[in-house]
């Protein structure tokens, strides 16, 4: 698995070296210092034990939120062996991390610095992941497994797009949000072989599984990560779950190479009798033992043979509708503060109803709202004016990064029910939550710790801590914050 500072997809040169950080976009700012501790992460996590059909990896853990008892699956890093380059560049690489939110890629949350080890804090699916689940997973209709795959190419053209290949695309790498199995997420990703190697013991485990994904030029160069190595792995997934079986098959590890870098692929068995002939197309193009002529990640999901598919389009709940254009422009404090609710205080059932509202108008499944999306549902509510000013109001509101497209972190700070998260008793809730002592006052370093917490730029950060504490004098009492904090609403 690795982390590419790669050109833009059009751009691609189809490798990478081992060494690359992440590319830094102009919204990742950063905010960690690994020359800075942190508390300790046992100060608001109780670490569990993980079952072994999720990994085998030691430095994989689950952890327990103590304020709210939200899981999370935590990463250590030992970063005593690392010199002052390496430190460098693997906080660059987290503090890019931190930026990335997708509904198809297990965000990281929080990170704690101590004692030379990096703890990184990210979502816990409980679904499991595709290894573990493979037998449940077969019994899907096709139509369900093609939406899983649309949902993999969102989070990998999500990647790409920021400039990261994800390297490690296998079945382990895809996990279930929960046991429904309807919606998936990429773990895995943005750290690279080298570092991956130096801080957590990590070693690719050589197995017929692990290998039947990789790429030919994966295979000759075996740090390399690209773009193209990408879409082949994504190439075979589409071809496992047309046919249940693997585009290239052996009981032996060296057979398998050789059959994958003789790159020739058999369509001929008779589960393809009745799979669509654009398909087989679209899965040869993935397979090309050239790089350059697989098709881009937005090309595949972008695939007539996807859009056709067109889901059965339900009319969205008119009062979320109503929020989103009625959205106002947010200090920096507010954005955070509710970014810090939603990961942190959503009801599991509002959870699910902001997904399943922001899934009525991602028709392609690609995790981001386009304005022409928007279009196509409000024209089956509204006259063709009337959905064009919706649209255009929406989106002059929402798209704060102007990127043109809404992405869902974007959505559920527009759509979250503020009367019902950002009010008195939720704000109490987390002042409790922050004030460790029980003290009724919270220190400098506590406001710090939250403000860490919400992903504030370090740069940001006095400026905001004197925001919260007025009136210079180091303390933050409870009704002081509660007032500020409701006076930011």
């Known amino acids: 698995m690795g982390c590419a500072a790669a050109k833009p997809e059009k751009q691609d040169k189809s490798h990478s070296k081992q060494n690359s950080p992440c590319s830094q976009t102009k919204e990742a700012t950063p905010s960690i210092s690994l020359m800075q501790e942190t508390d300790k992460i046992e100060s608001d996590y109780i670490f569990h034990s993980l079952d072994p059909l999720v990994t085998r990896r030691n430095y994989i853990k689950k952890a327990v939120s103590k304020s709210n008892n939200a899981s999370r699956i935590v990463k250590v890093y030992n970063c005593l062996n690392l010199t002052t380059t390496e430190k460098q560049e693997l906080e660059r690489i987290v503090n890019h991390l931190l930026q990335i939110k997708h509904l198809n890629l297990v ?42 795959f649309c949902q993999i190419m969102a989070g990998i053209q999500f990647l790409h797009n920021k ?23 990429l773990i895995d990703y943005g750290i690279s072989s080298s570092l991956k190697s130096t801080c957590l013991q990590w070693r690719p485990n050589g197995g017929i599984q692990e290998i039947s994904f990789k790429s030919p030029e994966a295979l000759k160069q075996s740090n390399l990560t690209s773009f193209k190595s990408d879409i082949w792995s994504c190439g075979c997934l589409l071809y496992f779950f047309l046919t249940s079986h693997m585009p290239f ?22 589960e393809w009798t009745n799979i669509n002939p654009d398909m087989k197309i679209l899965v040869s193009k993935m397979l090309s033992s050239n790089p350059q002529l697989r098709p881009t990640a937005s090309e595949v999901i972008n695939h007539p043979i996807f859009l056709n598919r067109a889901k059965i389009i339900t009319k969205p709940n008119k009062q979320l509708s109503k929020q989103m254009k009625d959205f106002k422009q947010q200090s920096q404090m507010q954005s955070a503060m509710l970014n810090y609710i939603a990961e942190n205080m959503l009801q599991e059932q509002d959870k699910k109803k902001l997904m399943e509202e922001f899934q009525k108008f991602d028709l392609n499944k690609d995790g ?7 279009l196509t549902v409000y024209t089956t509510m509204y006259s063709s004016e009337q959905a ?64 860490r917490d919400m992903q504030v730029p370090k740069e940001k950060l006095d400026q905001l801590s004197k925001q919260l504490d007025q009136d210079g004098d180091g303390q933050i009492a409870q009704e002081e914050f509660l007032q500020i904090m409701l006076s930011i609403a």
């Open 107 to 148: 965000s990281q949350q929080q990170y704690y610095y101590n004692d030379n080890k990096l703890f990184l804090v990210s979502d816990f699916c409980d679904g499991g992941n595709l290894l573990s689940r493979l037998d449940h997973f077969s019994q899907l209709q096709q139509h369900n497994m093609f939406d899983v």
């Open 368 to 374: 981001q709202l386009t304005k022409q999306e928007l």
């Open 249 to 270: 098959q052996s009981r032996d590890v060296q057979a398998l190479k050789t059959a994958i870098q003789r790159g020739i692929v058999n369509f001929e068995g008779s």
């Open 163 to 185: 400039g990261i290949a994800h390297g490690n695309i296998q079945l382990e790498s895809i996990v279930f949000t929960d046991k429904s199995m309807q919606n998936v997420k």
């Open 388 to 451: 064009n000013q919706e649209v255009e109001a929406i989106f002059s509101k929402i798209d704060q990064n102007g990127s043109g497209r809404i992405d869902y972190q974007e959505f559920v700070l527009a759509t979250i029910d503020q009367k019902k998260y950002f009010n008195r008793e939720k704000l109490l809730m987390l002042f409790q939550q922050i004030d460790r002592d029980h003290s009724g006052q919270l220190s400098k370093l506590e406001v710090k710790k939250l403000l």
